[in-house]
């Protein structure tokens, strides 16, 4: 079974700063997808960034980008220019490829600060 | 765009009564539909998914049904509510078959579901 680890359950940054939060995996697939979810205080998940496996190319979204490593099974995502609305819980989470569904696999979760 | 409606928002419920919490999707056909729960400060348990009307898949034995009357709607029950189901209720919706990013899940905003 697939594993998703977060090793850091609290991280905190200055606002305009950056910051890094880490997520490691563990899986046998080849291909497959990642993702990080960014869950506010009002608890909706919502979907910072996703990484295709088999894309060697860092995903970016404006001011999130990832730093996928495969062969170390590394998916850690980089917020720059941090914002006081970036302060929430984020989730990384991995997901198979192929068939009828995907089902997500969510790590435990980092809390980030952001301090004014 | 597609849109994405759970309620109720909370529920405060006695152990022992009856739960129904509905979840429905707008903007899109044939979605793959899926319930999580999260316990506080931890992360999301997949309970079930769903690829098609009448189609269920659970993933932990539990108190907790679930069913899929019409397309885009989804529906978690629970005939008698535990102490224990007491937690945050995600509903998420990915593309089906015929769509693109298929692994992609959007979440809706969840209920807050309280067994005194």
């Known amino acids: 079974a697939q594993t998703v680890t977060q090793s850091q359950p609290e991280m905190s940054v200055q606002e305009a700063e950056t910051v890094t939060l880490s997520c490691t995996y563990d899986?046998?697939?080849?291909?497959?997808?990642l993702f990080w979810y960014k869950q506010p205080p009002s608890r909706q998940m919502i979907l910072v960034i996703r990484?295709?496996?088999?894309?060697?190319q860092n995903a970016t979204e404006n001011r999130f980008s990832v730093n996928f490593q495969k062969a170390a099974k590394s998916f850690s995502l980089k917020i720059s220019d941090s914002q006081l609305g970036d302060a929430a819980m984020y989730f990384c989470?991995?997901?198979?490829?192929?068939?009828?569904?995907?089902?997500?696999?969510f790590g435990k979760g980092t809390l980030l600060t952001v301090n004014p | 765009s597609q849109t994405i409606h759970q309620w109720p928002a909370t529920l405060v419920q006695p152990v022992g009564s009856p739960l129904s919490l509905e979840c429905t999707v707008e903007?899109?056909?044939?979605?793959?539909l899926y319930w999580y729960r999260q316990a506080a400060g931890r992360g999301l348990q997949l309970l079930f998914y769903?690829?098609?009307?009448?189609?269920i898949s659970s993933e932990v034995p539990q108190n907790l049904s679930a069913s899929r009357p019409q397309d885009r709607q989804f529906i978690l029950s629970s005939k008698k509510l535990l102490l224990s189901d007491s937690g945050f209720y995600l509903c998420?919706?990915?593309?089906?078959?015929?769509?693109?990013?298929?692994?992609?899940?959007?979440f809706g905003p969840g209920t807050r579901l309280l067994v005194l």
């Open positions: 998420a919706w990915s593309p089906g078959l015929a769509g693109i990013y298929q692994e992609t899940q959007y």
């Open positions: 903007g899109t056909s044939n979605p793959n």
């Open positions: 990484q295709e496996a088999y894309k060697q």
């Open positions: 769903s690829v098609g009307i009448g189609q």
């Open positions: 989470a991995y997901s198979g490829s192929g068939g009828s569904n995907y089902k997500l696999t």
């Open positions: 899986t046998s697939e080849s291909d497959y997808y």
